[in-house]
């Protein structure tokens, strides 16, 4: 089965961006939209928003309109999520999923990318 | 405070049966069968347990299984085995956005 492979952890400075990458280790259609979800320590799980592999189009989650951007590179398969002015409570797994139904839920998930961010 | 209520925690001993409920709205989970459960191991990616509701991915015992009433989803866990001791997530589509719950650790005795 095709996996979700995202880079490594990253410590930033408040106030830094930070930009985590999501590559699928093998064919993933076209169609599958990919979301990103997060984890702070202790808390639940929070969707961030998705991109059209396709289409590049996207829908951010209203706590992350205006901080979040999620951008692909068809070259390279690749799919990024950039989280700008961070601050301490953005601590947290970032994990990107693909929904291979079109159904609003995640069959595949990556590995997750820890960000620390602290002074 | 997530959109999504959950219990906290959940307790049985291996081969009872617990059910996990996830309420929300009729905005939510009223309004749509796009309900999904994960499950959650310290260090390991989640992992898709129910989906459209009652729907069972490859490979998920069928001791998982998923419903819903109104605004309630639940998830039972039949027949407890140690390893089914994680954390789980229920998800419903609010239309254009996805909600989670706060998460429910299930213990098993």
Redesign the interface.
């Known amino acids: 089965q095709v996996q979700l492979v995202q880079s490594g952890a990253e410590v930033k400075k408040p106030g830094a961006s930070v930009n985590v990458s999501c590559k699928p280790s093998g064919y993933i259609f076209p169609g599958y939209y990919i979301h990103w979800v997060r984890q702070a320590p202790g808390q639940g799980l929070e969707w961030m928003g998705w991109i059209n592999p396709d289409s590049g189009g996207i829908k951010y989650a209203q706590n992350f309109q205006g901080r979040v951007t999620m951008t692909r590179d068809t070259s390279i398969s690749t799919f990024y999520m950039e989280l700008r002015r961070l601050k301490s409570d953005d601590t947290a797994i970032y994990y990107c999923a693909t929904d291979t139904w079109n159904e609003w839920h995640f069959d595949i998930w990556g590995r997750g990318t820890l960000v620390t961010v602290s002074s | 405070q ?1 959109a999504l209520t959950q219990p906290p925690s959940a307790s049985g001993s291996p081969g009872q049966s617990v059910t996990i409920s996830c309420t929300g709205t009729s905005s939510d989970v009223g309004s749509y069968n ?1 309900v ?1 459960w ?1 499950q ?1 191991h310290p260090g ?5 347990m129910i ?2 509701v009652s729907k069972r ?1 490859s490979g998920v015992p069928d001791r998982f299984s998923g419903s819903k009433s109104d605004n309630t989803a639940s998830l039972t866990v039949s027949g407890l085995q140690a390893e089914d001791e994680a954390d789980y ?1 229920c ?1 419903s ?1 609010a239309g ?8 429910t650790k299930l213990t098993v005795l």
């Open positions: 997530s796009y999904s994960y959650l390991k990616a989640p992992k898709l989906f459209g991915p997530y998800a589509y254009s956005k996805l909600l989670f719950g706060g998460g």
